[in-house]
Structure formats: C-alpha cells, structure tokens
C-alpha cells in the first residue's frame, strides 16, 4: 500500500513571494491534515478535511494561507506571501476516517523562507 | 485547551539498555487518547505506540511500552533494549475522544533519542 506522497521535499523562497505544496494521501483516506512544524517544536494542525469540506481551519493564518480538496482526494497548501516565519517543514496526514483510526503521515516538505 | 509537556530536550541511551521518555499533558476531558510517534531523520512520522484513557492497564507494542498515570497526568515511553534504529525524535501526542471534536493531535515539543553503541 503506498503511502502518502508529498511534493516537493524542499522549497527555498525569498519573502514575500509564493509557494505551493501538494499532497496524495493514501487511497481510500476520507481524512487529510495539514500540519506546520516549525524548528524545535511539535507539528500543529493547520487544517483538516473531511472529504473535500474543512472539519478545522482554526489555526490557519487566513490572510496568507490557503488550502483546497477540491475532488475530495489530493490536496493543495499555498502560501501567499512568504514570511520568514513561515520557515517549517509541512507535514500532510491522512486516516480512513476522522474516528480514532490512525493518522498517516507523509515526508513533509521543508519550506525555507529568506 | 489541551496542552502537552516533553520537558526533556535530548535523551541518550546505550546500546540494549532501557530508556524512559516521559510527557506530562493537561486536559480536563475523562476520556482521550494518548500517542507516542517516532521521527526519524528522514521525518516520516511513525506510530509507535497508543493508549485509551479509560483502560487501566499500560499499552505494550514488543519493546516499547507505556507507564499511564492518569490521576498524575503522565504518559511516560519505556524502551527496552534500546537499537541504533530507536534514535529518533519521540513526540507525545493527545486526541480528544469528544463526540463532534475534530481528530486532531496536539503534540509536545519533543525529545531527541540517541543511542550509543
């Protein structure tokens, strides 16, 4: 079973520009996550999705960051404009449902802002 | 809100001895879930081990188990005969189980294993 598929592992921008990064999750997953890890701490869920709708967007900075599933499978992050705190690696999740079953976790992309 | 404490930055361990990763949390929910998952260099993060809240007895996955303190609120990781490939970084993590909460986790900072041969 293959597992979930993020791209591109690495990204370096100057601030102010903008970037987007994709994720496949693993078949048949209704549940995807995005998660910010910045530096030094613990991931922190950005959003989470239930199929194509958002379950979660609480702590997604709105005026900069966006997300879509549009077809309720792959899903998009972008980032507009960059900042330098934005520097992190972004972590995609996914698990069958949003119960208790597991939650899969991708390879991350590593986001450097300068 | 839900918090979780990894108080300890870096951990070592020798070779085939024991280690103890320990992680407090705060919550005043009766019923959640607990994790430990492991973050190899490669950062694909892993499951390493899942406890429920309402079962007394401490979850065990081969040499890894947990010492689950619910009174204390302390969710400690043993691992036994500790291998060059248990170097990693070990995140706690806390689910709610609240009826028409979200399934996020909220994780600790982190503490990083290594291992001496």
């Known amino acids: 079973e293959a597992g979930v598929a993020q791209s591109p592992r690495y990204k370096i921008i100057e601030k102010r520009q903008s970037v987007a990064f994709w994720c496949n999750p693993i078949?048949?997953?209704?549940?995807l996550y995005w998660y910010q890890q910045i530096l030094g701490q613990g991931p922190k869920l950005l959003i989470q999705?239930?199929?194509?709708?958002?379950?979660?967007d609480s702590q997604l900075p709105k005026d900069r960051f966006s997300a879509e599933r549009l077809k309720g499978v792959d899903s998009t992050l972008k980032i507009q404009p960059a900042k330098l705190e934005d520097s992190a690696v972004y972590l995609c999740?996914?698990?069958?449902?949003?119960?208790?079953?597991?939650?899969?976790f991708g390879p991350g992309t590593r986001l450097t802002v300068l | 809100a839900q918090t979780v404490t990894q108080s300890q930055p870096e951990m070592s361990v020798q070779e085939a001895e024991t280690v103890t990763l320990s992680c407090t949390y705060d919550?005043?929910?009766?019923?959640?879930?607990l994790f430990w998952y492991k973050q190899p260099p490669s950062r694909q993060m892993i499951l390493v081990i899942r406890?429920?809240?309402?079962?007394?007895q401490n979850a065990t996955e081969n040499r890894f188990s947990v010492n689950f303190q619910k009174a204390a609120k302390s969710f400690s990781l043993k691992i036994s005969d500790s291998q060059l490939g248990d170097a990693a970084m070990y995140f706690c993590?806390?689910?709610?189980?609240?009826?028409?909460?979200?399934?996020?986790?909220?994780f600790g900072k982190g503490i990083t294993l290594s291992v001496r041969p």
């Open positions: 993590a806390y689910r709610s189980k609240l009826t028409g909460a979200n399934s996020k986790l909220t």
């Open positions: 078949s048949g997953h209704a549940t």
């Open positions: 999740a996914s698990s069958l449902t949003s119960g208790i079953n597991e939650q899969f």
């Open positions: 919550t005043s929910e009766s019923d959640y879930y």
């Open positions: 406890q429920e809240a309402y079962k007394q």
């Open positions: 999705f239930q199929n194509n709708g958002v379950v979660d």
